[in-house]
């Protein structure tokens, strides 16, 4: 009876607001395939927050700069230098259909390109000067975003007492800004389990984030204070932004330089604080500066580091502990070259950090290069260089100990057809704290490889995406105790006949060497994995939306049994058209022989966040989500989810352990704009 209350009490709040239509996905299926692959996925409510700020207030393209066209996730670099070229030399846009005439537009990058852009033709010209106080306060925008779960389950850990406050997660953002010239705002989240003004959280959350950011203030072009985030190059020294790697996409196989950024995420390890400041020193040429203080989670025995810690949870003692156990300090400097007219851009990045104590981790055999001491720097040379359909792009690191090498070739066949080569070299002992770069692995060292790809229209309504990446480890990994190598092959065809219907196939074969478990490493096997995927979208009106997805895994290592798994996700969601009322409901069911067969499936979450579920064994997953918002400004979302287990009657292990074979939670999340 309380989960059926709990949902008619959801059901009566969303009735009492009205609703509009959300934009649909922004890329989620590129986020969808790194999830997969186990990548520690940099994209957060910062990221799906700013493109979301991009639907609701589009950029003009007569006035847009090179900075802001490059943060759209499916534009190419390519695409991104004609656009700005065409404007260039024809002059301002009349229409968003001059588009088709600019070179390496074709029609799909078009369409997912027009939700975030228009042509104003009465207001042009770039941004000048930081517009007055008066008209910031009087026509900015105001933002609270509130979100809290609430599980219907009981975990090990609350029933013996080890965690020290209520099961209930809560967040609560507020923001406010005047277009890109100035963003402020304070975020405080309490995990489940933590507890609330009370113990070591005696100021409410655990974790508070605040920043401002402004832009344009003449050739101060940015300035950080508080929490923010830093991109420069290709990530080899500084990425802790969105960079979505491998994909069956090549825009989204190339990092983004985001410069400065602010961090407003409820993230508490994947930001700096403190000051960064960009200035304008001449016509091409741009210097940055920062400086950033940080208490850390972690911890210290015999007053050294033995370990990091990164989640951000502290619901035991254990956990309490941790809490800013040490500090980091860092500080640095970017210096960048830009020539609009050639195309060129050369950077030169340097950072400079230590901890206030010695970092002394147990390294086991696979982690003895991984870092450690006490003071740390990296140094880095980036460019970007296009000719004609040739663009080429590159960094060089150098750390304490080791470098890094990534060079990447662009080659624009036609406006259909385009290639792409990467090879990038990390050594194994190349140390660098902040860097997030393209690398099978999740840091760019001990990686040797090569990545070939190639993106198609042969035909109208088809695109068709191959690529090849072959690798090598010059050390140890985890579960490998020897050098190793692998290859990995990816295809995918895309059948888009109508803007109501598209369908697309893919398969994935992933070749690498594992020690087999129970051996301690002295039996090591080359293991083979499968994925194959099937889906198909369905549009057949404007307030239907009909997605079907099968998933098949086989997951084997030579000579030993194999293991399979598969899943079918169904989504559907309807927008009333008389009342603007919108739900999606998505059911799941899944069946895999062990963890290496698990399977995933997307799921349509809150507002700036992107959930995707691993499964492995046998069960079903459901859930409803709905959403109502009252005009511009009040949103309520509420999302319902239960997964049931038919092979186990206990679910997880440890403190997390739950008594039962299912688990249900509800996220309720309001957001208020003035």
């Not at 277009?179 to 009370?198: N, R, S």
């Not at 720097?377 to 960094?395: D, K, M, P, Q, S």
Request: glycine share 10%; hydrophobic share 35%; with cysteine.
């Amino acid at each position: 009876m309380k989960y059926i209350s709990s949902l008619f009490i959801v059901l009566c709040l969303s009735f009492c607001l009205s609703a509009q239509n959300t934009a649909p996905g922004l890329w989620l299926e590129n986020l969808e395939e790194l999830a997969e692959e186990g990548e520690d996925l940099a994209w957060d409510e910062d990221d799906l927050e700013e493109l979301d700020f991009r639907l609701h207030t589009p950029l003009d393209l007569n006035s847009v700069i090179r900075h802001q066209l490059e943060q759209l996730p499916f534009l190419s670099e390519g695409q991104v230098e004609n656009i700005l070229a065409y404007i260039y030399i024809h002059g301002p846009m009349k229409s968003l259909y001059e588009l088709q005439l600019v070179e390496g537009m074709d029609r799909r990058t078009i369409g997912l390109l027009q939700p975030f852009v228009r042509v104003d033709t009465v207001y042009g010209g770039r941004p000048k000067h930081f517009p007055a106080l008066r008209n910031v306060w009087r026509y900015g925008k105001h933002e609270v975003l509130g979100r809290f779960d609430v599980p219907f389950y009981q975990r090990k850990g609350y029933t013996e007492g080890d965690y020290l406050g209520p099961a209930l997660y809560h967040s609560l953002r507020y923001s406010f800004r005047y277009g890109d010239y100035l963003q402020a705002g304070v975020t405080g989240e309490k995990d489940a389990g933590e507890p609330w003004f009370a113990l070591h959280d005696r100021k409410g959350y655990d974790h508070y984030s605040y920043y401002l950011l402004l832009r344009h203030l003449g050739r101060l072009e940015a300035l950080a204070v508080g929490t923010y985030r830093l991109d420069y190059g290709q990530g080899l020294v500084l990425g802790n932004s969105f960079g979505l790697g491998k994909s069956f996409s090549l825009a989204t196989s190339r990092y983004r330089e985001g410069g400065i950024r602010k961090h407003g995420s409820t993230d508490e390890y994947n930001y700096f604080r403190g000051v960064a400041a960009q200035l304008g020193v001449a016509k091409n040429v741009h210097a940055s500066a920062f400086y950033s203080h940080r208490r850390m989670d972690g911890t210290v025995e015999d007053g050294h580091i033995v370990s990091i810690y990164k989640t951000g949870l502290h619901r035991t003692q254990a956990e309490a502990g941790k809490m800013h156990a040490f500090t980091l300090q860092m500080a640095g400097g970017n210096l960048t070259y830009e020539n609009t007219l050639l195309p060129l851009r050369v950077g030169l990045t340097g950072i400079y950090y230590f901890f206030d104590r010695p970092y002394r981790p147990n390294l086991r055999t696979y982690a003895k290069y991984n870092l450690q001491g006490n003071r740390f720097y990296n140094l880095g040379l980036n460019y970007r260089y296009r000719l004609g359909n040739f663009g080429l792009t590159g960094e060089a690191a150098l750390g304490k100990h080791g470098y890094a090498l990534l060079n990447r070739l662009e080659y624009d066949l036609s406006t259909e057809t385009r290639l792409m080569l990467v090879h990038r070299l990390y050594t194994h002992d190349y140390w660098a704290l902040f860097a997030h770069a393209f690398a099978e692995g999740s840091a760019p060292q001990n990686e040797n490889g090569w990545y070939l790809a190639a993106e198609t229209e042969p035909w109208a309504h088809w695109r068709l995406f191959a690529s090849l990446d072959f690798f090598s480890f010059p050390w140890w990994r985890y579960r490998i105790s020897k050098p190793s190598q692998g290859w990995e092959g990816r295809f995918q065809a895309t059948w888009m006949p109508g803007e109501t219907f598209s369908m697309y196939a893919n398969y994935r074969y992933k070749r690498r060497d594992r020690d087999v478990t129970g051996t301690g490493g002295e039996v090591i096997l080359p293991t083979h994995h499968h994925k194959a995927r099937c889906r198909a979208d369905w549009h057949p009106a404007a307030a239907w939306r009909l997605c079907t997805t099968i998933d098949y895994n086989h997951f084997h290592s030579q000579g030993l049994r194999g293991s399979q798994g598969w899943q079918c996700t169904q989504l559907c969601s309807y927008t009333l058209p008389w009342f603007p009322f919108a739900v999606s409901v998505q059911g799941t069911y899944f069946h895999t022989d062990d963890y290496d067969a698990r399977v995933f499936a997307y799921e349509p979450g809150l507002l700036y966040t992107f959930y995707t579920p691993s499964f492995s064994g046998h069960g079903f997953r459901l859930s409803a989500r709905l959403r109502y918002d009252l005009g511009e400004a009040l949103m309520l979302m509420a999302k319902l989810g239960q997964t049931l287990y038919c092979d186990r009657e206990e679910i997880s292990s440890g403190r997390d352990l739950i008594a039962a074979n299912k688990k249900m939670d509800l996220q309720v999340q309001l957001r208020m704009k003035f």
